[in-house]
């Protein structure tokens, strides 16, 4: 079993950089592959990036050159690097494997880009 809490978010200006993290709570993280999802207001959730065991990553195109996912598995952590955040970058972050489950869903952490 494993528990997933993000946090990071908040408020940025146009342009700035946010890292948000993924703490797991469980036994089984270090053998998960993670992924981090966001949802905007009206949109339904999508992929940004994966990460496997080993540490190989994948991101969606839209996020490929700004964003950055790493993992500390000595920390069970999954951190989302964002950088040159743009007016659609808003939404509601969530980390979770790839693909989701829904046991794993958590409450998310909002992101907001306003000047």
């Known amino acids: 079993q494993v528990q997933l809490v993000e946090s990071g978010g908040g408020l940025v200006q146009p342009g700035g950089s946010m890292r948000l993290s993924c703490a797991a709570y469980?036994?089984?993280?270090?053998?998960?592959?993670m992924a981090w999802y966001r949802q905007a207001p009206g949109k339904e959730r999508e992929l940004v990036a994966t990460i496997t065991q080993g540490g190989s990553t994948y991101y969606a195109d839209a996020m490929k050159v700004r964003f950055t996912i790493s993992r500390d598995n000595a920390k069970n952590t999954v951190y989302l690097q964002m950088n040159s955040l743009q007016p659609e970058d808003p939404a509601v972050y969530y980390c979770n494997a790839p693909p989701p489950l829904m046991r794993y869903w958590g409450q998310g952490t909002q992101v907001t880009v306003s000047s």
């Open positions: 469980g036994s089984i993280f270090k053998s998960l592959r």
